[in-house]
Every structure is written in C-alpha cells, then in structure tokens.
C-alpha cells in the first residue's frame, strides 16, 4: 500500500535537545514528501518538501530533512530545539495528486 | 504565493443540521481538496474537488453526506449534512500549486 508512516507518537525534549522524527513512506515511482507543523490552535504550516534533486532538504526555522531511498525514509530532524516546537508535525506524501498524511507526531519542548 | 480563506472558522450546530464550509484562493487552482482532521488525530482526505466535474471521494466518504460544489477556478464548498457528534471535527481546504500544498486555517465543527 502506499503510505507514510511515523512511529514517533509523543516526543519530549528539553531545550537545546537536538531533534529526529522518523516518517516511512511504502511506495515506489516518483517520490514527493512533506513535512508539515502544527502548532496550538494554528493551521498547518509547511516546513519542507521534497520532489528530486539534493536529498537534504532545508526548511523553516532551522528544520530540515534527509531523504534516503535505501531506508525508504525521510526524517526530520533539528540540532537544537527550543519551547516553540512544541507542535504536532504531520509527513506526508502524494498519491494520485492528493496529499496523504502520517499520523502525526506531537512534540512537547521542555523549558 | 496564493492565499486560501476558509469560513466559518468554527461554528456549533444541532444534530440533524446541515453545514456549509466555504473556501475562497486568491488565486485559480485545478485541484481542491478537503480534509478531515478528527480530535487528537491526523488529517484524513474526504474528496478532490476538480472544476467542471464531480468530486471524488476517498473510501468511507459519501456525496450524500459531504456534496462538495467547485463552481469554479478559486471557489469549493463542503456540506456536512445531517450531522451528528461524530462529525464534530477540524475540516480544511487545500490546494497545491506550484509552493506545494497550502491549507486553509480551518473550520472547527462542534456538533451538539
């Protein structure tokens, strides 16, 4: 089947933590990956994407994500963390034109 | 890069009502799409919404349940009809472009 998949469900970091979100993508063919934020109350926010070339992928406010097709993953990750990632972020890829999601991670940044 | 407005941005209905979500780009975009993001859960796509034909709905969606109207090039409504609590949920818009896929800010249902 094609999907994305995150096994992160609830990660907690202290501050100046560094950050990695794991997301699994099950398809083959022409690969385009996201990462989207979340934030309390907010609407979503895209942070990165990925469709070819360079497989690290900059992002926002100090994110960025490694796209590596032996592993069939494309994770998150950001060296330090502060109190204002605390978020959900949702992967998700592109199936037939539409945008299909993982079940999300949410990131609780301790203080 | 386009922007995309949704309204209401929250409305609490009685069961057995109907709701009409309305999303708006500044913009003309070939594909809507709509989205259901339940409590505590992760976004969920109710149906592609394609100017000029009928909209196609993912499984477990229904057009009875979500019509869907795209009357044109930067406009898509959503119904929920006949509501119940289950369908209290975030319901959003999207469009992809050439930025990716931008989202609406949402529409929180309550239903009571």
């Known amino acids: 089947a094609q999907s994305v998949s995150q096994h992160n469900h609830h990660v907690i970091l202290s501050e100046a933590a560094s950050l990695e979100l794991g997301c699994n993508y099950s398809?083959?063919?022409?690969?385009?990956l996201f990462w989207y934020v979340q934030y309390p109350g907010q609407h979503l926010q895209l942070l990165l994407k990925?469709?070819?070339?360079?497989?690290l992928v900059k992002g926002i406010k100090g994110f960025e994500a490694e796209f590596i097709k032996s592993k069939f993953s494309f994770n998150l990750r950001k060296p330090s963390v502060q109190w204002s990632d605390t978020a959900e972020y949702f992967c998700?890829?592109?199936?037939?034109?539409?945008?299909?999601f993982g079940t999300g991670t949410r990131l609780t940044v301790i203080p | 890069s386009a922007v995309i407005s949704q309204k209401p941005s929250r409305d609490i209905c009685q069961r057995g009502t109907s709701l009409t979500i309305q999303c708006q780009v500044d913009?003309?975009?070939?594909?809507m799409f709509w989205y259901r993001q339940q409590p505590g859960q992760s976004l969920t796509l109710i149906a592609t919404?394609?100017?000029?034909?009928?909209?196609?709905?993912e499984s477990g969606f229904v057009i009875d349940k979500f019509p869907i109207s795209r009357p044109n090039l930067t406009f898509s409504t959503l119904t929920v009809s006949n509501m119940s609590p289950e369908d209290s949920s975030i319901y959003l818009c999207?469009?992809?472009?050439?930025?990716?896929?931008?989202f609406g800010s949402g529409t929180r249902l309550t239903v009571v």
């Open positions: 913009s003309q975009v070939t594909m």
């Open positions: 919404a394609n100017q000029g034909s009928e909209a196609t709905y």
């Open positions: 998700a890829g592109v199936r037939a034109n539409n945008l299909f």
């Open positions: 398809y083959g063919g022409t690969v385009n």
């Open positions: 999207s469009f992809s472009g050439i930025y990716g896929y931008t």
């Open positions: 990925y469709f070819s070339g360079d497989p």
